[in-house]
């Protein structure tokens, strides 16, 4: 596989890529892999960045305002777009209704507009697996965040239908690793407690979840960006297999030795959460992609990067 990563990954050197949530915590990982091939990387900002050193040629644009997007194409002229900035809350309050709008549909169909008039050769949308599928209750979303997430799914098989956009969405399942940015979400969440020595307080923990790796992830996104035949279509990228948040953090007390016993239970669990694992054999036909980390070694890489700044002293509060 590393091999076929590298040739996969040479073929976008010298290509203008445009990459939006560049600075996420998907996105810093995308970069890192993209300038490693050679590629024109161009990152959007919603703030101006300053003291940079690395090779990324940095803009900033509000995403949700049709006329900065368009600017904005037409000044980096973009072969392929990754389009990852999002608003990534699965809060059930009504006063993200508006903020998930803007963030997550209206940037993505200002994006495919820009995309259709300037002809890039790909638009790669990060969908979710919050997104709902099938009929009756099942197509109710179950946040505003799933909602809009499904809107701009539907607006992109409508672009790729009536303006043939070669737009292709990654429909991502539940991402973890170093350098995930949010220390809210479980993984990060109980590292850090534990590394501490405090107990975690978490939900009921028996949802069952599909966990992928996100350097997995990367791979599979830069497949996305240049594989022949998929346009028009959602590709799942995730691992096939669930397992529950508390099989997991039972597996993060196992790596880190520890004898605290997270308190489960101790916050009420979030209403109409999604069970769904990833539609791994279709993505490996159309995509020759599937993930090669599995979730004890994911989580040992997570463990030691969280360690490790934590000892530097870069992770407080």
Not at 61 to 78: G, R
Not at 147 to 153: D, E, H, M, Q
Not at 171 to 190: E, T
Request: net charge neutral; aromatic share 6%.
């Amino acid at each position: 596989m590393q091999d076929a990563d590298r040739l996969m990954h040479a073929e976008y050197s010298g290509l203008k890529i445009l990459v939006t949530g560049a600075s996420g915590f998907i996105g810093s990982h995308l970069c890192r892999q993209l300038l490693q091939s050679g590629a024109d990387l161009h990152a959007v900002s919603r703030r101006p960045r300053s003291g940079t050193n690395d090779a990324i040629q940095w803009h900033h644009a509000d995403l949700s305002t049709h006329e900065a997007v368009l600017d904005l194409f037409k000044e980096v002229k973009p072969d392929i777009v990754f389009h990852l900035a999002s608003e990534v809350t699965g809060s059930r309050d009504m006063k993200i209704v508006l903020p998930t709008f803007r963030a997550n549909l209206m940037s993505t169909v200002n994006i495919l507009l820009a995309a259709a008039e300037q002809r890039c050769r790909r638009v790669v949308l990060a969908g979710s697996l919050e997104e709902p599928e099938g009929d009756g209750q099942r197509m109710i979303p179950s946040s505003p965040y799933a909602a809009a997430k499904s809107a701009a799914g539907a607006y992109a098989r409508m672009f790729h239908a009536l303006y043939d956009t070669p737009v292709v969405t990654a429909r991502i399942f539940m991402v973890y690793g170093p350098g995930q940015q949010d220390l809210r979400k479980l993984v990060p969440y109980v590292t850090l407690a534990l590394l501490r020595g405090e107990t975690p307080k978490l939900s009921s923990g028996l949802r069952p979840v599909d966990w992928i790796y996100v350097g997995d992830i990367v791979d599979g996104l830069l497949a996305m960006g240049i594989a022949p035949g998929i346009t028009g279509t959602t590709l799942d990228l995730g691992s096939g297999t669930l397992m529950t948040t508390r099989q997991v953090v039972e597996m993060l007390c196992d790596i880190l030795r520890t004898e605290i016993r997270p308190d489960f239970g101790a916050i009420p669990d979030r209403p109409m959460e999604r069970i769904i694992g990833a539609s791994v054999e279709d993505t490996r036909r159309m995509l020759g992609w599937q993930p090669s980390i599995s979730l004890r070694t994911g989580l040992e890489r997570t463990v030691d990067w969280y360690r490790q700044r934590l000892e530097l002293g870069e992770i407080v509060g």
